[in-house]
């Protein structure tokens, strides 16, 4: 079974440009997070969609964070402009479709690590 | 603040010897948790998960155990071994249907 696929890995960029990541969950899963992991901290959610809506997008700054995920597969998550503290790991997961409210297991994806200069 | 932390940030420990990595959480409500393991460069591995009804769950080399009395859970490891160095978290599910909130991690060094 194929993983969480997330692109690209790695991206530089200089403060106030603009960056899009890109997430692909694992087929039949209607969960998708997007987790944001600073260099020393526990991953923290940004956004949780299920299918097409979103469920909870309470700690996405959106004022310069945005993430839409159209056909309720793949998703993307943008930043512009970006800022210095915005270096991070950007971690998507998936999990089953919450049908009995339980969350389970997330599977992650490697990630796409972010620096902003 | 994060409603899910870990006691101590390091734990070094030699090849073979039991590790012990503890987190307490914060949310009464809380009614699953799960153990992740995290290497350089990955995306957080599941490691072993339990629900609030039970106090004990063993893996594979892995135990967990939960005292919902005090908040605590504990990731017990048997023979450690130098490919399980890594930062390990606990997560817990504060809600039914909702995200998992990660503590801060233990990073775990095993030395051969």
């Known amino acids: 079974e194929a993983g969480v696929a997330q692109s690209p890995r790695y991206k530089i960029i200089e403060k106030r440009q603009s960056v899009a990541f890109w997430c692909n969950p694992i087929s039949g899963h209607a969960t998708l997070y997007w987790y944001q992991q600073i260099l020393g901290q526990g991953p923290k959610l940004l956004i949780q969609?299920?299918?097409?809506?979103?469920?909870?997008d309470s700690q996405l700054p959106k004022d310069r964070f945005s993430a839409e995920r159209l056909k309720g597969v793949d998703s993307t998550l943008k930043i512009q402009p970006a800022k210095l503290e915005d270096s991070a790991v950007y971690l998507c997961?998936?999990?089953?479709?919450?049908?009995?409210?339980?969350?389970?297991?997330?599977?992650f994806g490697e990630g796409s690590r972010l620096t902003v200069l | 603040g994060e409603s899910v932390g870990l006691h101590l940030p390091t734990l070094s420990v030699q090849e073979g010897d039991n590790s012990i990595i503890n987190c307490a959480y914060s949310?009464?409500?809380?009614?699953?948790f799960i153990w992740y393991k995290q290497e350089s460069g990955k995306g957080p591995q599941f490691i072993i998960d339990?629900?609030?009804?039970?106090d004990k769950r063993q893996g594979q080399r892995v135990t967990v155990l939960l005292n919902k009395t005090v908040k605590h859970l504990s990731l017990q490891i048997a023979a450690t071994q130098p490919g399980d160095s890594a930062v390990y978290f606990c997560a817990e599910n504060p809600q039914a249907g909702t995200a998992l909130i990660f503590g801060k991690g233990t990073t775990l060094s095993v030395s051969s």
């Open positions: 949310n009464s409500a809380s009614d699953y």
């Open positions: 339990i629900r609030s009804n039970m």
């Open positions: 997961a998936s999990s089953v479709i919450a049908g009995t409210g339980d969350t389970g297991e997330l599977f």
């Open positions: 969609f299920q299918n097409n809506g979103v469920v909870d």
